[in-house]
């Protein structure tokens, strides 16, 4: 099962910023947090990870409370091409060579309005 | 900007044919892995592979599935057997080895594939 949890879906209007949240009151001390959003037909693409510190990138930003139990993903200002379903993953280990693998959840379908 | 790609985009196939999957990951990454996504439902984890060998498999990944690199740059995944319920799109992702690993994993298009 998911180790997260979001909401179903969210609407936001176009030009204007989208919180994105997402709880993970079961992560350890070393998951890093990461976010995809997949787009219709195309594969999960990658938007953002952090572990303890908020980090930006060009495609958005990541606020990690300080209890590392709940991480809101930043689009500041939403477009239409960025209407996707936006996954919150903590990997889970268990691979025989270290490797980790990702527990999708539902995810949050984000709709964005003209 | 590196990406993965996979080919074919779209395969149909007869129930009980054998199907090959290709997946060309990025070119430093050294661990790969499949997933699949049956139509309206979650992205679900087949496979990783590091190092020539399988590293874990899911309960979706029976003997009628295997990987391989059969060179230094392709990553397959082969259907032995199709069944219906093996329509679905399959995505390939990579990783590259880093100290501590993030392990962020960059996905491909997918491949949808259809069993009639």
């Known amino acids: 099962d998911a180790k997260t949890t979001q909401p179903n879906s969210m609407e936001s209007n176009e030009e204007e910023p989208v919180h994105l949240p997402c709880n993970h009151s079961?992560?350890?001390?070393?998951?890093?947090i990461h976010w995809y959003r997949q787009l219709p037909s195309q594969g999960p693409e990658y938007v953002i990870h952090?572990?303890?510190s908020n980090v930006n990138n060009r495609m958005a930003s990541l606020a990690i409370a300080e209890d590392r139990k709940s991480s809101t993903l930043i689009l500041h200002r939403a477009t239409l091409r960025d209407a996707a379903v936006y996954y919150c993953?903590?990997?889970?280990?268990?691979?025989?060579?270290?490797?980790?693998?990702?527990?999708f959840g539902t995810g949050t379908r984000l709709k964005v309005l003209a | 900007e590196p990406e993965v790609t996979q080919t074919p985009s779209h395969q149909v196939t007869q129930m009980g044919q054998e199907v090959i999957l290709r997946c060309v990951p990025i070119?430093?990454?050294?661990?790969f892995y499949w997933y699949r996504q049956i139509l309206g439902q979650k992205v679900e984890f087949l496979v990783s592979?590091?190092?020539?060998?399988?590293?874990?498999k899911s309960e979706i990944f029976d003997d009628q599935f295997s990987v391989e690199r059969p060179d230094g740059s392709n990553f397959t995944l082969k259907i032995r057997s199709t069944k219906l319920e093996d329509s679905a799109m399959y995505f390939c992702?990579?990783?590259?080895?880093?100290?501590?690993?993030?392990?962020?994993?960059?996905f491909g298009p997918g491949t949808r594939l259809t069993v009639l």
């Open positions: 992702a990579s990783s590259e080895l880093t100290v501590p690993s993030t392990d962020t994993q960059y």
């Open positions: 079961t992560i350890s001390g070393t998951d890093y």
């Open positions: 952090g572990l303890t």
């Open positions: 993953i903590l990997r889970d280990p268990g691979g025989t060579s270290g490797t980790y693998k990702y527990i």
């Open positions: 070119s430093n990454h050294l661990y």
């Open positions: 592979f590091y190092n020539n060998e399988i590293s874990e």
